[in-house]
């Protein structure tokens, strides 16, 4: 990849706030700029940057990073101090990047903008949501004026305000997140509403904010962040924008804007134009032309956004080309979010958007330190309270709360509520869907209870707390009733499961051939483990088995069953050595088609949970596959589910192969090699019949 700028000139940048500001790392290089410090109050991000940027001065103080030797800062620190942290760094004679939105209260902004013109630094705002190539057909004419616009960015982070980016529970235990515990998302409006000022090129002039309050459960009370926000912009060519910002239920990044002349929606990673200045016009798609810069961008972050945000800049700097979020520009956005807030708080009125730009206007928002009410995120508990309980909190709310894995309330919720709504799930992977969950469930009850009995603790050892209404609220909207019995309740999930089916949908199957057998190798067990056949009474050990690995109809008459259709008397088990207690197995099954037709089967793998991990799935599978082998099969067969995601890679990886006999079949196939991160082998389409 050549140069992009034509210059051997680099600019030195120092990284302040060491979370979203390494995102920008990747890009550098190619833009002529040099990372050469790093600072952040936290420690562990320091010793991550410091693997990323080993040469980098890095500090946790900020009066020894804004000394270092550098052109420019990016500012990357909590949201409401941004004005502060671009000041101090002007005023140590650096360019400024600073991440969104510019300041928070207009007194700050119009502080911020004075420092800028003072300096004679470029300042930029991080905005890096605008579509670069529409951008281009908008100023060409192809949409003619903006007429009317929807912009989302609904995004729920609720884990983020009791943990850390890299996932660890906030330290202390008793506190909450800097800004992402109480903020009110009109702040934020720079992903929405700065992408369609910069696409239409129009800055907005008055905005009107109904109230909303309906938080999502688990928020702190009094926090504004967890609620949607919507708003009206006007913009100063008379268009009208409605901004969502929010947190909910389904993040959405809606983008459609209509033109005087032509409509283009962007919410999707190709845009769809309709021409013609009519209703009917047909939805076409566009295909963005590739080149260099386009290539580049390709690689970053927010659909390539982080690239232009530091291309622009560094363009700015080394060429003195124009910044398209300068500081007038981030005014305009970030007042809005200010104003909308202003709005909401005064019922919804309409409040014009000053222009920072007149210096009367400014003068007028000197004194103006409006700001939403803040929570206090190191005062949720009380102030005598016993700080070796409640340093648990962060640790309780990351394991309720694990929405980046699914896990926690979420799961419970998606699982029960699924289950509800089963019956009218029209396609089957929306029913695989929820028995996934309703399996996961049962995997995380132990867990989760023992969870929901500390949160309990907390909730009624410090009842009106903001912490323990955190708790309260989103324990209570998990059916809190449900966790109060845990024995019911797995036996209403255990119950669920046996009885769903997918209706007329078959079970997956998949097929072994002869040059699969031929390669079986039984591996040896694990130490404490032993391979073994069935004795007779072993069958209230094997039937304990197959209920805790998920098979909850199984009872003795399974497994009088499976000692009749055993090939050779094939049922295969590992026993661990110092229990004597059955933990795998697997079988060699005669199985009768409904036809009458005989084959062999790999039947009734199951592995105990407390023994996962250890191959023994794979072990007793492979002694079963042997075990036909030895009877003279070159073919056999096994019934699995699209659920059992682990279970199938493990037969992929033994050679096992799909056996697919039409396309529904292939899509749900298609569908697992996704999720296990593979391709699906067309060639295995139909050329896997049953040949037995
Ligand atoms: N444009 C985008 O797409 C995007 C995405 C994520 C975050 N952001 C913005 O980036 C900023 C940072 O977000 P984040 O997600 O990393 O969360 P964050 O607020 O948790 O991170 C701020 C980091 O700065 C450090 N910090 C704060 N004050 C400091 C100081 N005085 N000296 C040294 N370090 C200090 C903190 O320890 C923390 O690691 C936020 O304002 C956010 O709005 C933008």
Redesign the pocket.
Known sequence: MGKIFATDKTIRMGI??????R?FIDQCKALNIEIVAG????KT?CDDFRKICPDAFIT???DE?LACDMDAVLV????F??AD?AIKALNAGKHVLS???AFFTPAEGVRLVEAVEKSGKVYAL????ADQFVKKLWQDGVFGELAYAEFDYVHECRP?CYS??YGDPMIPGNTA????SWLNFHY?C??SLGSAMEITGTRPVKVYAPPSDKTLPGYLPGSEMGAMKPSFVTMDNGGIIRNLMGASTADSHTRKIWGTRAYVDLSSANPIVRLGQCGRSTAMTLDQPKDEITELASKA??GG??FY?LYNFANSLLNGAPEPWDIYRACDVTLTGIMAVKSEYSGGIPIDVPDFRDKAVREAFRNDHFMQMRLDPKKIFPDDQDIKETSHFANIMNDLDRAWTFRGVPLVIAAVEGMKLYPYMKDVASKVAVQTKVQELLRDLPSLVDTFRQAKYLMEKYAGSPAAEALRSLCESAYPEKFENPEAFRAELTGWLMHCNLSSTPQLSMSADEAVLEKVQVPECPEGFALRKFREGDEEGYVALMKSAGFYQWDARNAENSKKTAINGGIYFVEEIATGRIVATAMTNLMRTPSGEEKGELGWVAVHPDFRGKHLAEIVSLAAMKGFREAGYKWICLLTDDFRIPAIKTYLKMGWKPIIKDEAMNKRWERIYKRLGMKLDTDAFNNNKSKN
Do not use: I, K
């Open positions: 302040w706030g060491l979370g979203r500001g995102a600072c952040d109050l936290n991000m946790q103080n900020e990073f990357a620190t909590y949201f101090a941004h942290d991440e969104v939105s991080a905005e890096n949501y983020l850390y980016l997140h800097a800004w992402r934020y720079t992903h972050g927010h956004g982080d945000v």
